[in-house]
Structures are given as structure tokens and as C-alpha cells.
T-cell receptor
Framework: QKEVEQNSGPLSVPEGAIASLNCTYS??????FFWYRQYSGKSPELIMS????GDKEDGRFTAQLNKASQYVSLLIRDSQPSDSATYLC??????????FGTGTKLQVIP | GAGVSQTPSNKVTEKGKYVELRCDPI?????LYWYRQSLGQGPEFLIY????????DSGLPNDRFFAVRPEGSVSTLKIQRTERGDSAVYLC?????????????FGSGTRLTVV
């Protein structure tokens, strides 16, 4: 079992719709969870972090965490073509290092 | 500096050669991380430094890989006897501390190609 699992996609959504990206993790002691956006040929860029169960909103982005289910998600409202990228879920476990998933490719169709 | 700086941005080397990749973190960031990313994959952890010491080097794939951070700032990743399988983008990241809650800032990476 991979430590951090994501559906590789691509996930295609029309412009203006809500994009929902999901991630599961295996390490129950994990405490910090991150979403990074990576444009093709570029480095990952941190867009959201979440540490407590529930929702955290930042502009058009909402991160959701459920530690009991070991599940974290990212919602992008009013999706724009500029949101088209690969979204990486990352988890900081008990040994401080951050483990990344393989990423979900999002395509927003104009 | 304003961001994490990595040099060179591209490196092509012959199989069996030695390479050094440099990372200059954001000023004041005590934690520094090396990852490598292959096409279609997420970043794979290699090593992290807290200050000058390697706090976790469990991701280094074998003894051909070594990293140093002698003064707690700039770090160098060294790869001996390079193999074609070492070809990847090597990413460096830094954060204010290594404790809970701090996300990374990544550099632009070094694309290593072993021919």
C-alpha cells in the first residue's frame, strides 16, 4: 500500500464547475496535510495546508480532512482554465518528512 | 535570498561520472529537503537537514548519493558513478522549521540527464 494515494486522472471539469480532488494516506500518526499545485515543467507550489479535522477555506479553495477515515480532499470552486495543473497531496508523518502522492491531473475545459 | 535557488538548472552527464547539485535555501530557513521527481510521479524524498545535520537520510537510494550542508545554509547533493536511472528532476525545498504545520517552498529544480 502506498503511503499517499491519489487518482492520477485526468479529471476534466468545465469552466465554472467545482473540481474535487481526493487523497488517502496510510500513516495514522500523520498530523499535517498539504496540497501543492504543479504546472507542467514547473516546481510544486504550496496552495493549502490543513491540520485539524473539518474544512479550511482560502478563496476558491477548500481543504477537507477526516483523520478517522485517513482522507483529505481539495475542492476548487468556480474552476478556471488557469487551474489546469497536477495537484499533489502531501502528508507529514511521524518522522517529519513529507511524503507526496503521485498527483491528480486536472483539466478545466473552457 | 527571495526564494530557493538551485544550480545548475540543467545538467547532462555521462554514465559513470560524478555530479554535484547545489541548493541555496531561503534566508533563515533552518530545514532543507532534497527530493527527486521522475516524469509522471510525485516528488520522492531523499534527505532532510535541520541545521547542519542530516536529520533523516532514509530516502537516499544507495551509497552513491550523499548530501552535505556544512554551514547550515547552502546544501550540495553529490552523486557518484551516475547511472541512467538517476535521470530525474532534483528538487530542493526549505521551510522555517521542520515542525508540524510548515509547508515547503521548492526551488525550480535541477534536471539531471545521464546519457
Amino acid at each position: 500500500q502506498k503511503e499517499v494515494e491519489q487518482n492520477s486522472g485526468p479529471l476534466s471539469v468545465p469552466e465554472g464547475a467545482i473540481a474535487s480532488l481526493n487523497c488517502t494516506y496510510s500513516d495514522r500518526v500523520s498530523q499535517s496535510f498539504f496540497w501543492y499545485r504543479q504546472y507542467s515543467g514547473k516546481s510544486p507550489e504550496l496552495i493549502m495546508s490543513i491540520y485539524s479535522n473539518g474544512d479550511k477555506e482560502d478563496g476558491r479553495f477548500t481543504a477537507q480532512l477526516n483523520k478517522a477515515s485517513q482522507y483529505v480532499s481539495l475542492l476548487i470552486r468556480d474552476s478556471q482554465p488557469s487551474d489546469s495543473a497536477t495537484y499533489l497531496c502531501a502528508v507529514r508523518g511521524g518522522y517529519q518528512k513529507v511524503t507526496f502522492g503521485t498527483g491528480t491531473k486536472l483539466q478545466v475545459i473552457p | 535570498g527571495a526564494g530557493v535557488s538551485q544550480t545548475p538548472s540543467n545538467k547532462v552527464t555521462e554514465k559513470g561520472k560524478y555530479v554535484e547539485l547545489r541548493c541555496d535555501p531561503i534566508s533563515g530557513h533552518t530545514a532543507l529537503y532534497w527530493y527527486r521527481q521522475s516524469l509522471g510521479q510525485g516528488p520522492e524524498f531523499l534527505i532532510y537537514f535541520q541545521g547542519t545535520g542530516a536529520a533523516d537520510d532514509s530516502g537516499l537510494p544507495n551509497d552513491r548519493f550523499f548530501a552535505v550542508r556544512p554551514e547550515g545554509s547552502v546544501s550540495t547533493l553529490k552523486i557518484q558513478r551516475t547511472e541512467r536511472g538517476d535521470s530525474a528532476v532534483y528538487l530542493c525545498a526549505s521551510s522555517l522549521t521542520s515542525t508540524e504545520g510548515y509547508g515547503y517552498t521548492f526551488g525550480s529544480g535541477t534536471r539531471l540527464t545521464v546519457v
